[in-house]
């Protein structure tokens, strides 16, 4: 159903099979079934979960794929009633989102850049070029990591202005790509044999995989003196949508290049505004200490 209805991103549809067989699994060990197990159950789980140590965030994950499971049961008539109806989520202070300031991301692509530039064997100039349009596509359309490595040569439109991404639930847009990017995908496609993929890899998918884009990502930050701790692929594209935001970009323009469904996944990112408009008040406002 997660797959045929709803279009979920195969990285969502393993994450619910995981959570669903730890619910079985404790359900089980209650001697009840999926098809019998009450309220009591699914609280009881919960509690277990945070007796485990597990996040509020986590749980409230788990909590999610727990009630869109039941609500299926009772749609397919498989069982009359839904035990997580009235079960309230786990509550948590949704963290802000880790930021890289432009100075550091300037740094990272100054970095990549210079080391793509830099005369060495073939497999190590390959690697370097490839990592280099790998920061700056990110950073310049805010891709997820997985639509990033994923996507197809015929995403890059002719004149590499614009690339089409295909994202949860193979939902399509087209973002705009900045010049830099643009330069750093016509040298790259020179040195590419021919395929599908842009970033094309040997392994079972045919296409580079996250964890060594994250790798090789981490690498170069250290690299470039920043802590290695710091950066992650998601941390630049929260990056693009912070700086976008804090440069005036609207949050409508914001959420349909991030390709998020509902506004409200895109407004995490107002604390940018926020901090925006504190320092504005601030500094004009007549009976401020700056403005005086």
């Given at each position: 159903?997660?797959?045929?209805?709803?279009?979920?991103?195969?990285?969502?549809?393993?994450?619910?099979?995981?959570?669903?067989?730890?619910?079985?699994?404790?359900?089980?060990?209650?001697?009840?079934?999926?098809?019998?197990?009450?309220?009591?159950?699914?609280?009881?789980?919960?509690?277990?979960?945070?007796?485990?140590?597990?996040?509020?965030?986590?749980?409230?994950?788990?909590?999610?794929?727990?009630?869109?499971?039941?609500?299926?049961?009772?749609?397919?008539?498989l069982r009359g009633d839904d035990p997580t109806r009235i079960v309230s989520?786990?509550?948590?202070?949704?963290?802000?989102?880790?930021?890289?300031?432009?100075?550091?991301?300037?740094?990272?692509?100054?970095?990549?850049?210079?080391?793509?530039?830099?005369?060495a064997t073939p497999p190590k100039q390959a690697a370097a070029l490839r990592?280099?349009?790998?920061?700056?596509?990110?950073?310049?359309?805010?891709?997820?990591?997985?639509?990033?490595?994923?996507?197809?040569?015929?995403?890059?439109?002719?004149?590499?202005?614009?690339?089409?991404?295909?994202?949860?639930?193979?939902?399509?847009?087209?973002?705009?790509?900045?010049?830099?990017?643009?330069?750093?995908?016509?040298?790259?496609?020179?040195?590419?044999?021919?395929?599908?993929?842009?970033?094309?890899?040997?392994?079972?998918?045919?296409?580079?995989?996250?964890?060594?884009?994250?790798?090789?990502?981490?690498?170069?930050?250290?690299?470039?003196?920043?802590?290695?701790?710091?950066?992650?692929?998601?941390?630049?594209?929260?990056?693009?949508?912070?700086?976008?935001?804090?440069?005036?970009?609207?949050?409508?323009?914001?959420?349909?290049?991030?390709?998020?469904?509902?506004?409200?996944?895109?407004?995490?990112?107002?604390?940018?505004?926020?901090?925006?408009?504190?320092?504005?008040?601030?500094?004009?406002?007549?009976?401020?200490?700056?403005?005086?």
């Amino acid at each position: 159903m997660m797959s045929a209805e709803r279009g979920a991103a195969k990285n969502t549809i393993e994450a619910y099979g995981r959570d669903l067989t730890d619910y079985a699994g404790f359900v089980k060990a209650q001697k009840q079934t999926l098809l019998t197990a009450p309220r009591e159950t699914v609280t009881a789980y919960l509690d277990d979960l945070r007796s485990q140590g597990l996040s509020a965030s986590s749980s409230a994950r788990r909590l999610s794929a727990i009630r869109q499971f039941h609500r299926f049961l009772c749609a397919d008539n498989l069982r009359g009633d839904d035990p997580t109806r009235i079960v309230s989520s786990p509550k948590s202070r949704r963290a802000l989102p880790k930021v890289l300031s432009i100075a550091e991301v300037d740094k990272l692509l100054t970095t990549a850049e210079a080391e793509a530039n830099t005369p060495a064997t073939p497999p190590k100039q390959a690697a370097a070029l490839r990592l280099y349009l790998l920061l700056e596509l990110l950073y310049a359309t805010g891709m997820r990591v997985s639509e990033l490595v994923s996507l197809k040569r015929s995403a890059v439109m002719r004149d590499a202005s614009f690339i089409t991404i295909i994202g949860k639930g193979n939902k399509e847009r087209v973002v705009p790509v900045n010049d830099r990017a643009r330069d750093a995908i016509r040298v790259y496609l020179k040195t590419l044999e021919p395929g599908a993929y842009l970033f094309p890899a040997t392994g079972a998918e045919g296409y580079l995989s996250r964890q060594v884009f994250a790798r090789d990502l981490k690498l170069l930050a250290g690299r470039a003196g920043i802590s290695s701790a710091r950066v992650a692929p998601h941390v630049l594209r929260h990056a693009f949508a912070s700086h976008l935001l804090g440069g005036g970009a609207d949050l409508r323009v914001v959420q349909m290049l991030l390709g998020h469904a509902d506004i409200s996944t895109t407004q995490i990112y107002t604390h940018v505004l926020d901090e925006k408009l504190r320092s504005l008040v601030e500094q004009h406002h007549p009976l401020s200490d700056s403005a005086k």
